[in-house]
């Protein structure tokens, strides 16, 4: 009996170890295929994410560059030239007769100005600007008056250079305006101050400054970031007369 019930028995128990043998080898594989498939779609989805976060990186480093280098405008105080409204260095007029260092009378005589009035009173500055400053230049002028060495600038400066000209005194705004116009000049104007903090203009005259005390509202102001991001690039080279 003992015999029979082992022959009956073993075989039996054989085939059932065989067979959940076969089953848990199954689920391991199973499991095993479900594992690399989670894997797998977790590499794309890295992969993706990857591609988005450089393509995003990319797309903030392009919209840096154009609002570090696309002109925007800022307004009043800042009257700004625009590149396609330039004039060529040849269409300006110049006060300094063929470049020779001779005063040239009849063109000064052209300038329009207020009661007190002394052209070649800032010779010496053309004679620095002509010198100095270059095509492609990018120049801030403190102290414009009535635009007289702005003029010689913007003839240097060329239409891929930009001259920024700076004058405070509100009398004489109308006259840098119209003599940039009249005589074909690409200054931009900052009628107004170019500082971080306020300022006062003490006397609407030759030597007037500019200082940080007052009676009335403070001058109209732009800083220099303000005045890079319109012209679109870096100053180099800075005038400052006695207005600025």
Known sequence: MDSMIDRNVCPRTAISFATDSFRWREIFVR???SALFVIFWLWRLQS???MKLVKDVAHGEQMISKTTTT?????FPLDYVDRSAKYSPQDHINLMENNDFIFNEMNCAT???GREFHCKIEWDEWMLVNAFVKLGDVVIEFGARFGT???ILSRNVGTEGHVISVEPDINVHGYLL???HDHH???HAVLGTVSNTPLFLGSSAYAGQTSSSGKGPSLPRLNVTSIERVVGTRINVALIDCEG
């Open 31 to 33: 499991a095993q295929v």
């Open 71 to 75: 002109p925007i405008s800022v307004g």
């Open 178 to 180: 119209r003599n940039r």
């Open 48 to 50: 993706y994410c990857t």
């Open 185 to 187: 000049c690409n200054y």
């Open 111 to 113: 300038w329009h100005h």
């Open 149 to 151: 060495t702005s003029c």
